[in-house]
Protein backbone atom coordinates (compact mmCIF):
# COMPACT_ATOMS: atom_id res chain seq x y z
CA UNK A 1 0.00 0.00 0.00
CA UNK A 2 1.17 3.37 -1.23
CA UNK A 3 1.70 6.14 1.87
CA UNK A 4 -0.48 8.95 2.13
CA UNK A 5 0.59 12.05 0.25
CA UNK A 6 3.69 13.73 1.71
CA UNK A 7 3.90 11.16 4.00
CA UNK A 8 6.39 7.63 4.50
CA UNK A 9 5.60 4.40 4.58
CA UNK A 10 5.59 2.45 7.84
CA UNK A 11 8.92 1.26 9.06
CA UNK A 12 10.78 3.44 6.04
CA UNK A 13 14.00 4.87 6.75
CA UNK A 14 12.09 8.49 6.41
CA UNK A 15 9.58 7.04 8.73
CA UNK A 16 12.52 5.91 11.62
CA UNK A 17 14.38 9.21 11.19
CA UNK A 18 10.89 11.13 12.06
CA UNK A 19 10.06 8.99 15.28
CA UNK A 20 13.76 9.21 16.61
CA UNK A 21 14.04 12.95 16.22
CA UNK A 22 10.20 13.18 17.56
CA UNK A 23 11.46 11.10 20.47
CA UNK A 24 14.79 12.86 21.08
CA UNK A 25 13.06 16.30 21.03
CA UNK A 26 10.33 14.25 23.89
CA UNK A 27 13.14 13.18 25.91
CA UNK A 28 16.54 14.48 26.52
CA UNK A 29 19.93 12.54 25.99
CA UNK A 30 21.18 11.81 30.04
CA UNK A 31 24.58 13.76 30.62
CA UNK A 32 27.11 12.18 31.05
CA UNK A 33 27.14 12.58 34.91
CA UNK A 34 23.61 10.86 34.78
CA UNK A 35 25.53 7.92 32.70
CA UNK A 36 27.87 7.73 35.12
CA UNK A 37 25.96 7.41 38.06
CA UNK A 38 24.28 4.97 36.49
CA UNK A 39 26.59 2.06 37.08
CA UNK A 40 25.47 -0.94 39.01
CA UNK A 41 21.71 0.12 39.18
CA UNK A 42 18.78 -2.03 37.89
CA UNK A 43 15.70 -1.75 35.86
CA UNK A 44 12.37 -3.13 36.12
CA UNK A 45 11.52 -6.40 34.03
CA UNK A 46 8.55 -5.65 31.64
CA UNK A 47 6.99 -8.67 32.07
CA UNK A 48 3.42 -10.36 32.74
CA UNK A 49 2.50 -14.31 32.82
CA UNK A 50 1.59 -16.41 29.76
CA UNK A 51 3.55 -13.91 27.41
CA UNK A 52 4.14 -15.47 23.13
CA UNK A 53 7.56 -14.08 23.97
CA UNK A 54 10.20 -12.90 26.82
CA UNK A 55 13.15 -10.77 25.27
CA UNK A 56 16.57 -11.69 27.69
CA UNK A 57 19.22 -9.03 27.35
CA UNK A 58 22.61 -9.79 28.42
CA UNK A 59 22.39 -6.72 31.15
CA UNK A 60 21.39 -3.19 31.05
CA UNK A 61 23.38 -0.85 29.98
CA UNK A 62 24.14 3.12 31.45
CA UNK A 63 22.05 4.24 29.16
CA UNK A 64 18.88 2.07 30.41
CA UNK A 65 20.13 2.54 33.80
CA UNK A 66 19.51 6.22 33.57
CA UNK A 67 16.48 6.22 31.55
CA UNK A 68 14.66 3.41 33.10
CA UNK A 69 13.66 1.63 29.02
CA UNK A 70 15.20 -1.27 28.14
CA UNK A 71 17.74 -1.18 24.85
CA UNK A 72 17.63 2.65 25.54
CA UNK A 73 21.13 3.52 23.99
CA UNK A 74 20.97 5.11 20.40
CA UNK A 75 21.87 2.57 17.90
CA UNK A 76 21.05 -0.21 19.84
CA UNK A 77 19.08 -2.18 17.27
CA UNK A 78 16.17 -3.89 18.96
CA UNK A 79 13.68 -1.80 19.10
CA UNK A 80 13.93 -1.55 14.89
CA UNK A 81 14.35 -5.57 14.72
CA UNK A 82 11.80 -6.06 17.03
CA UNK A 83 9.68 -4.13 13.85
CA UNK A 84 11.28 -5.64 11.11
CA UNK A 85 10.25 -9.06 12.33
CA UNK A 86 7.14 -8.42 12.66
CA UNK A 87 6.60 -8.37 16.47
CA UNK A 88 5.12 -4.63 16.59
CA UNK A 89 2.86 -2.99 14.15
CA UNK A 90 5.17 0.45 13.85
CA UNK A 91 8.51 1.30 15.30
CA UNK A 92 8.20 1.81 19.05
CA UNK A 93 10.25 3.89 21.49
CA UNK A 94 11.97 2.61 24.15
CA UNK A 95 10.06 5.05 26.42
CA UNK A 96 6.88 2.33 25.31
CA UNK A 97 8.25 -0.38 26.54
CA UNK A 98 5.25 -1.33 28.86
CA UNK A 99 2.81 -1.48 26.00
CA UNK A 100 4.70 -4.17 24.78
CA UNK A 101 2.76 -6.64 26.71
CA UNK A 102 -0.20 -6.01 24.95
CA UNK A 103 1.62 -7.48 22.15
CA UNK A 104 2.19 -10.46 24.30
CA UNK A 105 5.71 -9.48 24.43
CA UNK A 106 8.59 -8.74 27.53
CA UNK A 107 11.70 -8.13 28.42
CA UNK A 108 14.64 -9.27 31.20
CA UNK A 109 17.89 -9.73 31.28
CA UNK A 110 20.28 -12.27 32.27
CA UNK A 111 22.25 -9.85 34.65
CA UNK A 112 20.30 -7.46 36.54
CA UNK A 113 22.97 -4.88 37.23
CA UNK A 114 23.67 -1.67 34.83
CA UNK A 115 27.49 -1.74 33.00
CA UNK A 116 29.09 0.36 30.88
CA UNK A 117 29.74 -3.05 28.61
CA UNK A 118 28.51 -6.59 28.95
CA UNK A 119 32.15 -7.90 28.61
CA UNK A 120 32.41 -6.30 32.21
CA UNK A 121 30.52 -9.02 33.52
CA UNK A 122 31.65 -12.41 34.67
CA UNK A 123 31.13 -15.50 34.26
CA UNK A 124 30.01 -16.31 37.82
CA UNK A 125 27.35 -13.57 37.46
CA UNK A 126 26.22 -14.89 33.71
CA UNK A 127 26.03 -18.29 35.80
CA UNK A 128 23.89 -16.77 38.36
CA UNK A 129 21.58 -14.90 36.44
CA UNK A 130 20.80 -17.82 34.30
CA UNK A 131 19.13 -19.38 37.57
CA UNK A 132 17.09 -16.71 38.20
CA UNK A 133 15.67 -16.41 35.23
CA UNK A 134 14.68 -19.84 34.86
CA UNK A 135 12.94 -19.74 37.84
CA UNK A 136 11.57 -15.93 37.00
CA UNK A 137 10.04 -17.86 33.87
CA UNK A 138 8.88 -20.76 35.63
CA UNK A 139 6.74 -18.28 37.47
CA UNK A 140 5.60 -16.08 34.44
CA UNK A 141 4.96 -18.97 32.25
CA UNK A 142 5.92 -17.39 28.60
CA UNK A 143 5.73 -19.75 25.67
CA UNK A 144 8.79 -18.38 24.24
CA UNK A 145 12.39 -17.11 25.83
CA UNK A 146 14.28 -15.62 23.51
CA UNK A 147 18.21 -14.85 24.80
CA UNK A 148 19.31 -11.76 22.93
CA UNK A 149 23.12 -12.57 22.37
CA UNK A 150 24.38 -16.23 21.75
CA UNK A 151 28.16 -15.35 24.33
CA UNK A 152 26.51 -14.59 27.01
CA UNK A 153 23.72 -17.30 26.63
CA UNK A 154 26.69 -20.09 26.09
CA UNK A 155 28.14 -19.06 29.28
CA UNK A 156 25.33 -18.68 31.90
CA UNK A 157 23.51 -21.99 30.50
CA UNK A 158 27.04 -23.71 30.02
CA UNK A 159 26.33 -24.56 26.37
CA UNK A 160 29.57 -23.76 24.51
CA UNK A 161 29.04 -24.79 21.49
CA UNK A 162 24.90 -23.25 21.11
CA UNK A 163 24.12 -21.43 18.12
CA UNK A 164 21.57 -18.97 16.83
CA UNK A 165 17.99 -19.96 16.17
CA UNK A 166 15.87 -22.56 18.50
CA UNK A 167 17.43 -24.80 20.86
CA UNK A 168 17.29 -28.45 21.96
CA UNK A 169 16.30 -27.73 25.20
CA UNK A 170 13.62 -26.14 26.58
CA UNK A 171 14.08 -23.68 29.33
CA UNK A 172 11.54 -24.30 32.48
CA UNK A 173 8.59 -25.30 30.20
CA UNK A 174 8.98 -22.71 27.80
CA UNK A 175 10.55 -22.73 24.11
CA UNK A 176 14.10 -21.14 23.62
CA UNK A 177 15.52 -19.22 20.88
CA UNK A 178 18.76 -17.35 20.97
CA UNK A 179 19.02 -14.09 18.43
CA UNK A 180 21.83 -12.22 17.76
CA UNK A 181 22.77 -9.29 20.05
CA UNK A 182 20.99 -5.81 18.64
CA UNK A 183 24.08 -3.80 20.00
CA UNK A 184 25.66 -1.37 17.38
CA UNK A 185 29.15 -2.74 18.17
CA UNK A 186 27.82 -5.76 16.52
CA UNK A 187 28.77 -5.68 13.03
CA UNK A 188 28.46 -9.10 12.24
CA UNK A 189 24.45 -7.94 11.45
CA UNK A 190 23.16 -5.39 9.67
CA UNK A 191 19.74 -3.73 10.49
CA UNK A 192 18.41 -5.79 7.53
CA UNK A 193 19.72 -9.39 8.68
CA UNK A 194 19.09 -8.37 12.52
CA UNK A 195 15.86 -7.72 11.40
CA UNK A 196 15.65 -11.33 9.40
CA UNK A 197 16.85 -13.22 12.75
CA UNK A 198 13.45 -11.66 14.60
CA UNK A 199 11.87 -12.69 11.71
CA UNK A 200 12.69 -16.56 11.94
CA UNK A 201 11.52 -16.06 15.57
CA UNK A 202 8.28 -14.70 14.94
CA UNK A 203 7.58 -17.26 12.15
CA UNK A 204 8.13 -20.10 14.25
CA UNK A 205 5.64 -18.44 17.60
CA UNK A 206 3.20 -18.05 14.81
CA UNK A 207 3.42 -21.11 13.79
CA UNK A 208 3.63 -23.08 17.40
Request: proline letters at 11%; hydrophobic letters at 45%; zero cysteines.
Amino acid sequence: MAPPAGGSAPGSPARRRAVAMDAAARHPRPTREELAAAAQRTIPDVIAPGLDVLFVGINPGLWSAATGWHFARPGNRFWPALHRGGFTPRLLHPSEQDELPGYGLGISNMVARASARADELTPAELLEGAQILTAKVARYRPRWVAVVGVTAYRIGFARPKAAFGPQPEPLAGARLWVLPNPSGLNAHFTPETLGAAFGELRAAVTAD
